[in-house]
């Protein structure tokens, strides 16, 4: 009788588990492509971030700057040692979704923060590649998106328009 007890909750369990282990994989599995970020002229795919090539001829990047807008925007102004790459790879850290933006001819990386990480902090990570899909080193960027408050809108504003003496 114990071991059909027993048998009952093992396999009580193992439903249980078999039914939720993708909610548990990963917390960003059933979030739309566009929930995340909205990245201008970057497509979302599903997957990992890529590996850096081997080959001496892959682009390589050194360190940007990155600058957050009005707790909306994130600028990245990546710094690549060759000017002729194909685009960019970029992902928040710790999520499956993998954003790949073509050359459009813009210096900078737009990134629209979403609600549900304005005023929070998140690691962005980008690499660039190539015509030949030869990938750069990898860039980790710590993003403060710090909520504004109305005194300091209000101090902006009022230095925005004082006279020079």
Same mark, same amino acid.
């Given at each position: 009788m114990d071991k059909l007890i027993l048998f009952g909750v093992l396999a009580s369990t193992m439903f249980?588990? *078999?039914?939720?282990i993708d909610k548990l994989i990963s917390f960003f599995e059933d979030i739309?492509?566009?929930e995340v970020l909205e990245v201008g002229y970057g497509t979302c795919i599903k997957g990992g971030f890529p590996v850096a090539s *081997?080959? !001496?001829e892959a682009p390589e990047l050194l360190i940007g700057i990155h600058r957050n807008v009005d707790n909306q925007y994130v600028y990245l102004y990546p710094? !690549?040692?060759d000017p002729f790459l194909a685009g960019y790879f970029v992902q928040v850290v710790g999520t499956r979704l993998l954003y790949k933006i073509?050359?459009?001819g813009d210096d900078a990386i737009v990134i629209g923060i979403p609600e549900k990480l304005q005023g929070k902090q998140f690691t962005l990570q980008y690499a660039a590649y190539d015509t030949m899909d030869r990938v750069s080193n990898k860039i +980790?960027?710590?993003v403060d998106a710090v909520e504004l408050t109305a005194d300091d809108m209000a101090d902006t504003? +009022?230095?925005?328009?004082m006279q020079e003496n």
């Open positions: 249980i588990l *078999a039914f939720y739309g492509e566009n *081997a080959s !001496p710094n !690549p040692r073509g050359n459009y +980790t960027v710590v504003w +009022t230095l925005d328009w």
